[in-house]
């Protein structure tokens, strides 16, 4: 064994990199005179201590699922698509245009249509900067964020201008129809008899379930994926194999941008119900650190959202218990970032060595794991 184990690798240095960052923001929260622990015990509370806290964690697990398997994919093909807001509010477009144009009779027949329409609009979105970066070699970073400026400004441009309600002086697109509504938890749980507060939390959770499963399937069980991720390992040894970097590229952006549209079918369709300006409120962000704090793994990605969702909802309980405010909980999402993005190699190089240290010495004549 010359490198950490895989559970080590995966669970290990995310959880310790966490418990630093808790840590760090004690500290802090102590310094704004409040107790650390108090304040621990109420985001706690507030994020899985009732189906309340629960339907609003997983609501925004389910945001930053879309957007963080969004970024994920790109990390394997080895592009940073920091453009998941801008995809995601052109995919909030395109729900909003599927489900306003026609008089759907169930949202089960709407969810599909819908599904297509914010992967389509997302995908399209990320066409543009994946071409110029695979033919003209302009920089994914770059094109990606000032398409987040371009994608914020036409969709204020159009709902002012063309899918605002006439008469009303709100830019925002008139109620989806009742048939392009999405069934929340405390619906589907009333099914089966079972109690469940009123909440955000909508069937597109089960959706992101199926993308993390779809996306895991791409990625190791397909020829395709397999491209994606020899090309992100080494792109000069996937052009000897005669992989197309155009053709990865494309495709992984594409898939990347459609993932980020998906989002809307949580946040426009589910919860909002018609298209306002600020619907991805930094999901597309938020994803960035989901992917890294997730491994660019599935399942990674969906505990790392679980993670975050907690502390949106756990972070808006202590603001309304406490004197804390909430920018404490961008406080210690930047924590979380730095801890497992900048700050990785802080416990990796130290754990590695003690894993080196400790590791089962090999018997004279039997060959080292």
């Known amino acids: 064994m010359d490198k950490l184990p895989k559970w080590a690798d995966i669970a290990l240095i995310p959880a310790i990199n966490l418990a630093l960052a808790l840590i760090v923001s004690g500290i802090v929260v102590a310094f704004i005179g409040e107790n ?9 509370n507030g994020a899985v201590g009732s189906t309340y806290g629960w339907g609003y964690t997983l609501y925004y697990a389910t945001n930053f699922v879309f957007t963080g398997l969004a970024v994920a994919i790109a990390f394997h093909a ?3 698509n920091i453009g998941g807001e801008g995809q995601a509010q052109l995919g909030s477009l395109g729900v909003a245009l599927v489900c306003l144009m026609v008089p759907w009779p169930h949202w089960t027949l709407a969810l599909p249509a819908a599904i297509v329409g914010g992967a389509v609009f997302g995908a399209a979105w990320a066409a543009i900067p994946a071409y ?3 033919k003209r070699g302009s920089h994914i970073v770059i094109t990606t964020i000032m398409f987040n400026f371009i994608a914020s400004a036409l969709l204020v441009y159009l709902l002012v201008e063309t899918l605002k309600v006439p008469g009303s002086m709100a830019p925002e697109t008139a ?8 069934p929340d938890a405390q619906a589907v749980f009333g099914l089966f008899g079972l109690s469940f507060a009123r909440t955000p939390l909508n069937i597109s959770f ?28 080494s792109e000069p040894a996937a052009r000897y194999a005669g992989i197309s970097p155009t053709k990865i590229t494309m495709i992984a952006m594409l898939i990347s941008g459609a993932l980020a549209g998906l989002m809307a079918i949580n946040a426009v369709m589910g919860e909002q119900e018609r298209l306002i300006q600020d619907n991805v409120l930094g999901a597309g962000f938020v994803g960035i650190a989901v992917a890294l704090m997730g491994r660019s793994h599935p399942v990674g990605v969906l505990i790392a959202a679980i993670l975050f969702g907690a502390l949106y909802q756990g972070g808006a309980e202590l603001e309304f218990e406490t004197s804390v405010p909430r920018e404490m909980v961008v406080v210690i999402q930047a924590l979380v970032i730095l801890f497992t993005g ?9 754990l590695e060595s003690a894993f080196l240290r400790f590791r089962k010495q090999p018997k004279p004549g039997v060959a080292a794991e």
């Open 78 to 80: 080895r592009l940073f």
């Open 36 to 44: 650390p622990l108090n304040a621990l015990q109420i985001m706690v």
């Open 132 to 134: 110029l970066q695979a």
């Open 175 to 182: 109620r989806f129809p009742e048939g392009a509504r999405l």
């Open 206 to 233: 089960i959706v992101a379930l199926f993308a993390c499963w779809g996306l895991w399937l791409l990625l190791w069980r397909t020829r395709l994926g397999y491209e994606i991720r020899a090309f992100g390992h």
């Open 342 to 350: 900048a700050l990785d190699g802080m416990v990796r190089r130290p």
